[in-house]
């Protein structure tokens, strides 16, 4: 770069040079943006927010809360004191002879809500329940109904020992939610003055409260009595595996394949 | 200004020249600043993470401590726990609020630390836990533990 006058060629090399320096500063630009992009990006994996083994420990040592009557041959009495993994118990073995499955709707239904209380409202739960004992493995409780159809699960299991001395395996599976819009917010757009004053799942917008208009206690459903069952009996405290499922197809066991999406 | 026919010269050139490099400098500076501000951002979103994992873990480990024998804690010993206590480790270098929240059967508050509403942080962390505790029915209901560091 001349600023005389000259008689020569250079002037124009001078410019070239610049382009030359103009261009190397646009690839150090894009070596430094495409560097710390993905740590700005909305995260689009939600592993950091699922942790399913945490939820189905919790779950299946918590009680069902609520009294019960299910009315099968030499009818039970659930008390509310009972923990899932008892009621799963004896709903599993009760299914496996036959039983109906309407039997166990009321049951089901305070189990399918407490899954959804305990899950982050992006992803929902699914449990199954497999009997391991005959042959390849069967499902024998699944709740909902329908499947996980998603392709980003997340899983976890644990053995439940059966009323009849049977190995059954249950499977929590958190799915992606298809969610309204106000709840499709980043993690990074957390607002930590929501969360003040209201739980974890009241965070989206319309549903917050405050400590002067708390939530309503769920109804209790009254049940008549016609048996009893054993409410001290605690599943065990160990939670036998904890595994993710990225891309699920079947799922490894100890002893077998069992298929997720069965 | 020619002297010849073979280029532009003096001040006519060196304006376009100018022009490359200053955009170029300013282009590459941009860069910078802004990955430096964005890595800075990342390396204090790192430390709150920990400091919120570490503030939950603080509190469910003393609520641990103080079980007596018993397979899960109660929910009146989860409401006396001092919170402001667990959270001497974070302040004063950074504010944060601890709850303790009933998720089942009910949805309500057992403590939450500090009482009053925080200002408006910049950039909040949290991180939660799932314990099992018994109630005053000795129902085993679900709590979490909730912390967020700002």
């Known amino acids: ?180 819009e106000p709840l499709q917010v980043s993690i990074r757009d957390f607002d930590p003055l929501l969360c003040v004053g209201c739980p974890a799942r009241h965070i989206g917008e319309g549903d917050n409260y405050h400590d002067d208009d708390p939530p309503k206690r769920q109804p209790d459903i009254r049940s008549d009595v016609r048996g009893e069952i054993d409410s001290r009996k605690r599943w065990s405290d160990d939670i036998e595996s904890v595994d993710e499922i990225g891309e699920p197809a079947v799922w490894d066991t100890d002893s077998s394949r069992i298929p997720v999406t069965p | 200004m020619k002297a010849d026919c073979d280029g532009v010269a ?51 480990l003393e609520t641990e401590a103080r079980l007596g024998g018993e397979s899960f804690p109660t929910v009146s010993a989860l409401s006396h726990l001092n919170l402001s206590h667990l959270a001497g480790g974070v302040l004063p270098a950074h504010r944060c609020s601890i709850a303790i929240i009933e998720r089942y059967p009910e949805a309500r508050w057992l403590v939450h630390w500090p009482d009053e509403t925080p200002d408006s942080p910049i950039q909040a962390v949290g991180a939660s836990r799932l314990l099992n505790a018994f109630d005053e029915h000795l129902m085993v209901v679900v709590v979490e533990v909730r912390a967020i560091v700002w």
């Open chain 1, 1 to 180: 770069m001349s600023g005389r006058l000259r008689k020569d060629r250079r002037g124009q090399l001078a410019l070239m040079d610049s382009m030359v320096f103009f261009a190397a500063a646009l690839a150090v630009c894009g070596v430094l943006v495409s560097y710390a992009r993905p740590l700005v990006e909305p995260r689009t994996d939600l592993q950091g927010d699922a942790d399913p083994a945490e939820i189905l420990r919790v779950l299946l040592r918590a009680s069902i809360g609520r009294p019960v009557s299910i009315d099968l041959e030499g009818s039970h009495r659930l008390d509310g004191t009972e923990d899932v993994a008892t009621c799963i118990a004896v709903e599993v073995r009760a299914l496996s002879s036959g039983a109906s499955q309407m039997v166990f709707s009321t049951l089901n239904a305070i189990i399918l809500e407490m899954m959804n209380s305990l899950c982050n409202p992006v992803f929902e739960p699914f449990l199954i329940v497999y009997d391991l004992h005959d042959g390849l493995p069967s499902p024998v409780l699944k709740l909902p109904h329908e499947e996980a159809d998603s392709e980003n699960r997340y899983a976890s299991s644990t053995d439940i020992p059966g009323d009849d001395g049977n190995p059954y395996k249950a499977i929590l599976i958190l799915s992606p939610a298809a969610l309204p």
């Open chain 2, 10 to 60: 003096g001040f006519f050139e060196d304006l376009p020249v100018l022009m490359f490099v200053l955009t170029g400098v300013f282009i590459v500076v941009a860069a910078g600043v802004w990955t430096s501000n964005t890595l800075e951002a990342q390396r204090m979103r790192d430390r709150l993470e920990a400091l919120a994992e570490g503030l939950v873990n603080e509190v469910v």
